[in-house]
């Protein structure tokens, strides 16, 4: 395939070619990057049942291979540690996006690499569907929330300034890459400045310096080194802006998928998630589904944060799996809501996991995160109407499929569920 200029340039997380016209095979080849994780371990088991061949590249931070160990000897399935903001050449129809940590406590860990795992692939040929999120609304002014509404986010550009500083040129921004900044930062500008298309270089530089731990590493070394003064704060100068590594590398993530789409005429897929739980994720990832089933069985206290009025709308996994392969088989781009309209107050939630699990279950208070949107709810006419799609499992149902999972993890004799 001949390449648009701006494409070879791009990093090739994934060069991938269709199967030549002619060459009949059984299934598709599919990747699916974070296959090892929560949804994409049942994406796999998906996949295979249905005939497919899978790839699943995953790196292991948050996903184990306990998930889709049920598939190895399987001559259709196969497993690359890799990390995928590392050049990986592979020949598929199918790449399935879901490698970047989901929980805030994972994501927040290293920030600069959550937003490049969100968004680096090169796609030739295959068909590309991007996992993206319900947090690209940020904290939502409209309820329920359309795919038509453009979100908001809190950036916290704290340091516009190096933002625009570092727009004026490569020999610059050499000066970022010697400094003691992240191991990471390095790789980040270097695709900013050199790969990426231009439309997303100053939206991006500023996210990425709005970290506050780089925000302290260019206080106390690169700025005044480079002779520039600190930040022009925005906000109210507090500790802010935490999630937007998550929320704007989804964002940019989708700016990108698009770009490829309309730039160079690549197959793209787009679905925002709203939150999933189901078996296989986390125990300890501090997600509220997986806090409060995995509380409820160690019998500690349901830890609710702020006043638990703050809402969610919960799906279960299967729903989701079954929404992801409508969007990638269907002819539409999206972004596609995926999530269950079922909204739920954090003190509800706790009711049904009391409910479910143990009715003496303790409600234990704690202070909120910063920036946590108040509500989340889709609006999900969309994928009814053009996808056919619409959830299956309510709370209620899905809840105890999850606790069964999470017994037998907690108590078993330390053997992981695969079910
Ligand atoms: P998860 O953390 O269980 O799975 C993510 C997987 O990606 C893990 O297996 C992890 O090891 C792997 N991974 C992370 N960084 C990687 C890297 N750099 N290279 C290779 N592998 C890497 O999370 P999940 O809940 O299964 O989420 C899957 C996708 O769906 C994510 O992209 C997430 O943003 C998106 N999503 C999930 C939810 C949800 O509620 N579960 C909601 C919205 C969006
Ligand atoms: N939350 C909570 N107790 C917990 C973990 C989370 O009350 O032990 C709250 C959190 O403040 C947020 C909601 O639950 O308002 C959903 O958090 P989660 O991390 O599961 O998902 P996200 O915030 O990404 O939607």
Redesign the pocket.
């Known amino acids: 395939t001949k390449l648009p200029a701006f494409h070879q340039r791009l990093p090739a997380v994934h060069s991938v070619g269709k199967v030549p016209l002619g060459i009949k095979r059984k299934g598709l080849r599919i990747v699916v990057t974070g296959g090892a994780g929560f949804v994409g371990s049942h994406l796999v088991d998906r996949l295979i049942a249905r005939g497919d061949s899978v790839i699943v590249v995953d790196n292991f931070f948050t996903g184990r291979k306990e998930n889709v160990m049920h598939h190895f000897g399987n001559p259709r399935f196969e497993l690359i540690r890799h990390d995928v903001v590392e050049p990986l050449l592979l020949e598929v129809d199918q790449i399935y996006h879901l490698a970047c940590p989901a929980?805030?406590v994972h994501y927040k860990f290293n920030p600069v690499k959550t937003i490049i795992s969100c968004f680096l692939f090169l796609i030739v040929g295959a068909r590309f569907l991007l996992t993206s999120t319900s947090?690209v609304y940020g904290d939502p002014l409209q309820h329920p929330q359309k795919e038509t509404y453009w979100g908001n986010v809190n950036p916290i550009a704290q340091c516009m300034g190096l933002g625009l500083h570092l727009a004026l040129g490569p020999a610059r921004v050499t000066f970022v890459l010697d400094s003691e900044l992240s191991e990471t930062l390095p790789a980040v500008a270097g695709c900013i400045l050199h790969r990426t298309p231009s439309v997303c270089f100053l939206f991006q530089t500023a996210t990425f310096f709005s970290s506050n731990n780089l925000k302290d590493t260019w206080n106390s070394t690169t700025g005044p080194r480079l002779g520039i003064p600190g930040y022009r704060q925005r906000g109210n100068g507090k500790e802010n802006g935490v999630r937007s590594c998550y929320d704007e590398g989804k964002r940019t993530a989708e700016t990108l998928t698009m770009d490829y789409h309309r730039g160079a005429g690549v197959e793209v897929r787009i679905a925002r998630i709203f939150?999933t739980y189901g078996p296989r994720m986390c125990l300890d990832d501090?997600?509220?589904?997986s806090?409060?089933v995995a509380q409820a069985l160690r019998k500690e206290p349901l830890?609710?944060?702020?006043d638990?009025k703050?809402t969610?709308s919960f799906q279960y996994v299967s729903d989701l799996v079954e929404g992801l392969m409508r969007l990638m088989e269907g002819e539409h781009v999206g972004p596609f809501n995926l999530g269950n309209p079922g909204e739920f107050t954090?003190l509800e939630l706790a009711k049904v996991v009391q409910e479910t699990i143990d009715p003496d279950a303790r409600i234990e208070y704690r202070p909120?995160?910063e920036d946590?949107?108040h509500k989340?709810k889709p609006d999900i006419g969309r994928a009814k109407e053009l996808l056919g799609w619409e959830p299956k499992v309510d709370l209620r149902k899905g809840l105890p499929l999850m606790v069964s999972d999470f017994r037998q993890r907690i108590f078993g004799d330390h053997k992981e569920s695969a079910s």
Request: charged share 20%; glycine share 14%.
């Open positions: 929980s805030p947090e939150n501090g997600r509220v589904v806090n409060f830890t609710v944060y702020g638990g703050q969610r954090m909120n995160t946590d949107p989340r």
